[in-house]
């Protein structure tokens, strides 16, 4: 969006029931990294539950 890089993020299949989540966050906003770090220890718990 104009030319300012945004933060993103990917999820890649590393094998069976298992990804790897990836989280893009230009040095500007670095502050933004905790979201993603306490995003990405929810996302853990909700794929860790028994099915």
Do not use: K, N, W
């Not at 893009?24 to 979201?35: G, H, I, S």
Request: aromatic letters at 6%; proline letters at 8%; hydrophobic letters at 50%.
């Amino acid at each position: 969006m104009a030319g300012i890089p945004a933060t993103g993020h990917r999820v890649r299949a590393v094998g069976v029931e298992q990804c790897e989540v990836t989280f893009e966050v230009p040095l500007y906003a670095a502050p933004y990294a905790a979201v993603c770090a306490v995003a990405l220890r929810r996302i853990d718990t909700i794929v860790s539950r028994p099915v």
